[in-house]
T-cell receptor, first 112, second 114 residues
Framework: EAQVTQNPRYLITVTGKKLTVTCSQN?????MSWYRQDPGLGLRQIYY???????DKGDVPEGYKVSRKEKRNFPLILESPSPNQTSLYFC???????????FGPGTRLTVT | RKEVEQDPGPFNVPEGATVAFNCTYS??????FFWYRQDCRKEPKLLMS???SGNEDGRFTAQLNRASQYISLLIRDSKLSDSATYLC???????????????FGAGTRLAVHP
């Protein structure tokens, strides 16, 4: 089954404690992306990757890091989480032409 | 001004009603357009692409007006299961150059009641 998986699905953490959210896709897609979704603001892109070892900033990259060492995986790293990073996070993947994005189930992060 | 704007709703309609959502975009060079559906606390999923000539998929009709820079989604004979948030999505090249990107509207919430 074609899918994008994310882990963990729910996470409550404290300010400053480094965390990683994993994302994996099994569709051999070149393009992967991370979004955060906040009420009234819609989905905002954090980082994206066009292929292995190719990543770039989206609209709201501050406080986040990513890496793309393998085609299927695109982890999101928060080196020092802060309360304003409390949000719902989605990983997505698509073929090069970006005509359909497949989303993971989401990770609900709370930073206290 | 947001790059993609939608009326947030909610639209509260009875079963069987026809409802229409509009979405406006600011970048006239935008290339492709989509409607995604998002159920509460779930991931967005592609509902349909929007073609220049307009397209229909069962009870759903999408239209594009490039001159006025808006797209629309019409849902006929609404079902309870249509209750969700509908996201307007535009693929565009950034003004500053670089790769194409998808811009998501904040969504329009639809609630269909018996």
């Amino acid at each position: 089954e074609a899918q994008v998986t994310q882990n963990p699905r729910y996470l409550i953490t404290v300010t400053g404690k480094k965390l990683t959210v994993t994302c994996s896709q099994n569709m051999n897609h070149e393009y992967m992306s991370w979004y955060r979704q906040d009420p009234g603001l819609g989905l905002r892109q954090i980082y994206y990757s066009m292929n292995v070892e190719v990543t770039d900033k989206g609209d709201v990259p501050e406080g986040y890091k990513v890496s793309r060492k393998e085609k299927r995986n695109f982890p999101l790293i928060l080196e020092s989480p802060s309360p304003n990073q409390t949000s719902l996070y989605f990983c997505a993947s698509s073929g090069r032409v970006l005509d359909e994005q497949y989303f993971g189930p989401g990770t609900r992060l709370t930073v206290t | 001004r947001k790059e993609v704007e939608q009326d947030p709703g909610p639209f509260n309609v009875p079963e069987g009603a026809t409802v229409a959502f509009n979405c406006t975009y600011s970048n006239s060079a935008s290339q492709s357009f989509f409607w995604y559906r998002q159920d509460c606390r779930k991931e967005p999923k592609l509902l349909m692409s929007v073609y220049s000539s307009g397209n229909e998929d069962g009870r759903f009709t999408a239209q594009l007006n490039r001159a006025s820079q808006y797209i629309s989604l019409l849902i006929r004979d609404s079902k309870l299961s249509d209750s969700a948030t509908y996201l307007c999505v535009v693929k565009t090249a950034p003004f500053s150059g670089g790769y194409n990107k998808l811009i998501f509207g904040a969504g329009t919430r639809l609630a269909v009641h018996p």
